[in-house]
């Protein structure tokens, strides 16, 4: 897969995962922590897209801040609030191996950043 294939496969995916989670927002029957994961997902694709974008290879891993500082070193411009993204990591990890998470982050204010950030990223496609 060439990297126009591999960012744009990336971008998609995340956006998929993201759709799952507005679909389930109000669903009551469905785990919190099963859509924190999803975002979580959309966000570390999201990120593995602009690095692919930039024709960066990027690590094998779910860890956000990592990732978010290999855009960094690499001059990839982020949005202001883009470390709040790191909360998302645990549900990633921990919860795929079922550890315990002890707090719960509000579904809907991370589902509107991961959203803000997916506007972000089709500009940053733009430029």
């Known amino acids: 897969m060439d990297n126009k294939e591999e960012y744009i496969t ?6 998929a ?14 785990s919190r922590k099963i859509l924190l994961f999803h975002l979580q997902q959309a966000v570390e694709k999201f990120l593995k897209s602009l690095l692919s974008f930039a024709d960066i290879k990027f690590p094998k891993t779910h860890d956000l ?5 290999t855009c960094e070193d690499n001059k990839i ?11 998302l ?7 795929r ?13 991370y589902y509107e950043k991961v959203l803000n950030f997916k506007v972000f990223i089709e500009k940053f496609y733009r430029r």
């Open 10 to 15: 990336l971008f998609e995916l995340g956006c």
């Open 17 to 30: 995962d993201l759709k799952l989670v507005e679909k389930n927002l109000k669903e009551e029957d469905i």
């Open 65 to 69: 801040e990592i990732l978010i500082e």
């Open 77 to 87: 411009n982020l949005p202001e609030n883009i470390f709040d993204f790191v909360n």
């Open 97 to 109: 191996y079922t550890m315990i998470i002890e707090e719960e982050l509000d579904l809907e204010d």
């Open 89 to 95: 990591t645990p549900y990633s990890v921990e919860f």
